[in-house]
């Protein structure tokens, strides 16, 4: 046990955390902003693949901000970032002129989604450490979990609301939704290619998307393909331990009573600014592709 309260502790983590992200976010030429828990590990796969095939770089590793950029110039230096340590300043109209000149990719997901597969993070993947951080109640219901603190979908749909507006008044940004990435993945990453300046042929593309697939992504983590933590189990017995865990579309449903599951929904559907497409339509959001 600790001898530092923990209020200190958290305190000084964040104030750590943060003075990284924002060196970062001052020398990157890209943002690609999420909520945890947004499919992010597979986007950062995705272009990790693309830019591996195009220039010839190896492929046992995936983007972590300048290390694809140090080994060749012609990539950009590439944050991903929850951005916690940077609203503030992007919403600002200084610090709005300061990020001018960067590019910023907003990937989405239904909030419901996000909530769930983060209540199996944070009980199953994360450690004692970022528990801590966070205040989590490993031995909270599922449906509790979902449904309050920082975490639920509270926090979720107040970082979206938050993030929305503050990424549109970008001048290079696009606002890019999971189900839709999910669904026609080689068409969707076009909009995001074109905002990187990125060169690659259809094909490549076309061999990115089939080698991230869920299926083979999950292959690749039980085999530690990439030694890396972000794309390794925690317990390889525990399918719910995975970071490629299911990435279901609606996912949330299968886990919840049909009276959970309106609750879930009236939530987003009241708290949620109608712009990103998860509100009024969230009892018809779209089902997994075949």
């Known amino acids: 046990m600790s001898l530092v309260p923990r209020a200190v502790r958290v305190g000084a983590a964040h104030a750590l955390r943060g003075h990284r992200e924002r060196s970062k976010a001052r020398r990157c030429d890209v943002m690609v902003l999420s909520r945890a828990k947004s499919g992010r590990t597979w986007l950062r796969a995705m272009l990790s693949r693309l830019y591996q095939q195009h220039y010839g770089l190896p492929e046992a590793q995936l983007i972590e901000f300048d290390n694809f950029h140090r080994q ?3 990539v950009p230096r590439i944050l991903f970032t929850h951005g916690f340590y940077l609203r503030d300043l992007l919403a600002s109209d200084a610090g709005r002129r300061r990020f001018a000149d ?3 990719l907003f990937l989405v997901r239904h909030p419901c989604d996000v909530a769930v597969s983060e209540y199996f993070q944070s009980t199953r993947r ?18 509790d979990f979902v449904m309050g603190g ?6 979720i749909l107040e ?3 938050a993030w929305t507006p503050v ?5 290079q940004a696009r606002i890019l939704r999971y189900e839709d990435l999910r669904a026609r993945p080689a068409e969707m990453l076009a909009p995001a290619l074109e905002l990187l300046g990125a060169p690659f042929s259809e094909q490549t593309v076309d061999e990115a998307v089939a080698f991230t697939s869920f299926d083979n992504l999950k292959e690749l983590e039980r085999t530690d393909f990439y030694k890396n933590s972000r794309l390794k189990p925690k317990d390889p017995s525990d399918p719910d331990s995975f970071k490629v865990r299911r990435g ?3 996912g949330y449903r299968d886990y919840f009573t049909p009276e959970q599951v309106r609750a879930m929904e009236e939530l987003v559907r009241t708290r949620l600014a109608p712009s990103l497409g998860y509100g009024h339509d969230v009892a018809t959001a779209p089902v997994e592709p075949s």
């Open 150 to 155: 920082a975490l639920g979908l509270p926090g």
């Open 102 to 104: 960067k590019k910023a």
């Open 72 to 74: 060749c110039e012609a």
């Open 167 to 171: 990424v549109s008044a970008l001048p």
């Open 126 to 143: 994360a450690s004692e450490h970022k528990r801590d951080l966070y205040g989590v109640d490993e031995g909270a219901a599922m449906f």
């Open 248 to 250: 279901k579309v609606g």
């Open 159 to 161: 970082y979206l609301n």
